[in-house]
């Protein structure tokens, strides 16, 4: 199976910084690469699919890139509403694996 | 409102079974594919098993092929998990999901969850 490594795994900080969020695969995947937020008590959300592709109603300060083995999610200006975990998946291949989660915490 | 409805969960003693259900609404269930995916209490996700349209394929992670069956009513607009031998390990929230079609899972239920425990 292919593992999904996010770095870091929690990270603080404050309403108007620029965060980024990497995930790192085992072996090199094509770009069937997902980003989710999941708050506490409540369903993951689709931020990005196919790498960089922004999900429909998701706010423009949500941006994914990357290709091989290095995937990145980048908040350009935290809100107070984007403080979560964030999980990376890979659905190349079967059996699709997510990262383990990166905590945003306010600083 | 695209909705999925989770349910059946419960406390069940292991080696025990639990049939988890699905509804869909507002939207045309029997064009996508499906899933099961889960999170163990204060962990994080783990696909379980998914469904093709019309039901003729399906697939599962190791760790719950041969215990777990996944199937679908498209005339119900519904998903079912009937799950068999459960196991401490199966402890979680059992969330349903909707395939975009981009392999990236864009609607997703409330979850239901099941505690494997004696």
């Known amino acids: 199976d292919i593992q999904m490594t996010q770095s870091p795994s929690s990270v603080s900080a404050s309403v108007g910084d620029r965060v980024t969020i990497t995930c790192r695969a085992t072996?090199?995947?094509?770009?069937?690469v997902a980003w989710y937020q999941q708050k506490p008590g409540k369903a993951p959300k689709l931020l990005i699919n196919?790498?960089?592709r922004l999900q429909s109603g998701v706010p423009s300060r949500f941006s994914g890139s990357g290709s091989g083995t290095d995937f990145t999610l980048t908040i350009s200006s935290l809100q107070p509403e984007d403080f979560a975990t964030y999980y990376c998946?890979?659905?190349?291949?079967?059996?699709?694996?997510f990262g383990q989660g990166t905590k945003l915490e306010i600083k | 409102e695209v909705q999925l409805v989770d349910s059946g969960g419960g406390l069940v003693q292991p080696g025990g079974s639990l049939r988890l259900s699905c509804a869909a609404s507002g939207f045309t269930f029997s064009v996508y594919w499906m899933s099961w995916v889960r999170q163990a209490p204060g962990k994080g996700l783990e696909w379980v098993a998914n469904?093709?349209?019309?039901?003729?394929?399906?697939y599962y992670v190791d760790s719950v092929k041969g215990r777990f069956t996944i199937s679908r009513d498209n005339a119900e607009n519904s998903m079912y998990l009937q799950m068999n031998s459960l196991r401490a390990e199966d402890t979680a929230l059992y969330y349903c999901?909707?395939?975009?079609?981009?392999?990236?899972?864009?609607?997703w239920g409330q979850g239901t969850m099941v505690t494997v425990s004696s």
């Open positions: 196919t790498a960089s």
């Open positions: 072996q090199v995947i094509r770009s069937w």
């Open positions: 469904i093709k349209q019309d039901g003729s394929a399906k």
């Open positions: 998946q890979q659905a190349d291949s079967f059996p699709s694996t």
């Open positions: 999901a909707r395939d975009s079609g981009t392999r990236a899972f864009d609607v």
